[in-house]
């Protein structure tokens, strides 16, 4: 199975190991809402993921500033990269990065393209998001993700809201997600990805912004893209 990440470089110290597009995924903006009236059912992870799942499919075109800081297993710090992720769900994301180098990665429909600014061509590829780790939390049932995660999530000190996933310690591979969402529960602030290795990936975002313009959703023109 061919593994998705937004990059692909060699780090200085570490080979940098794939992302997940779950961690743009789960991580992306959904219009903010007043706060609900306290209920203990609300605190429940699969209450949470169901109203995120939902509220995703109706905010429409949407972008937002993104950090990303990539920790390589055994080390303290890593690297740092910035730019806007945008989102329609539930077919297209793109990440366009800025700092410190100029590249962009797109999904759509199934549909892989990723290309940058220091290179002539691009590359293409398709994938099943149903058969990605993770991507599959926006896309069957939560009866069915209930029976492939183990989740709990936990009201913060700052008043936002932690959801934690993993795969069941009997699995082979080691899927460990955060998504932090903000006291209103319909936007996400933080994620921190922990991949089998022990690399360790955030991603902060913020900025959030609806979009008018949805070229950015399709390839650009003039790439001779290479397949995969």
């Not at 992720?85 to 297209?92: E, G, H, I, Q, R």
């Not at 220091?118 to 029976?147: C, F, N, W």
């Amino acid at each position: 199975m061919k593994t998705l990440h937004p990059t692909r470089y060699r780090h200085p110290r570490k080979r940098r190991h794939a992302i997940p597009v779950l961690l743009a995924l789960a991580a992306l903006a959904v219009p903010a809402a007043p706060a609900p009236a306290e209920d203990p059912t609300e605190l429940s992870p699969w209450v949470l993921l169901e109203k995120l799942r939902d509220d995703l499919q109706r905010s429409g075109p949407m972008t937002s500033r993104f950090v990303q800081t990539y920790v390589p297993a055994g080390f303290s710090d890593g690297d740092t990269e910035s730019g806007h992720l945008a989102m329609w769900l539930p077919d297209c994301l793109r990440w366009s990065y800025e700092q410190p180098q100029s590249k962009s990665f797109l999904v759509c429909a199934g549909e892989v393209y990723y290309w940058s600014a220091d290179e002539p061509g691009g590359r293409h590829y398709k994938i099943d998001a149903r058969e990605e780790p993770g991507v599959d939390l926006l896309l069957v049932p939560v009866s069915t993700l209930r029976q492939r995660y183990v989740a709990a999530s936990e009201k913060q000190g700052d008043g936002t809201y932690a959801i934690s996933l993993a795969t069941p310690p009997a699995e082979d591979g080691n899927f460990r997600a955060t998504i932090r969402l903000d006291p209103t529960r319909t936007r996400v602030t933080r994620l921190e990805y922990a991949d089998d290795e022990g690399n360790l990936t955030r991603f902060a975002l913020s900025e959030y912004e609806r979009l008018s313009e949805t070229a950015v959703f399709r390839p650009p023109d003039g790439i001779e893209w290479t397949e995969e």
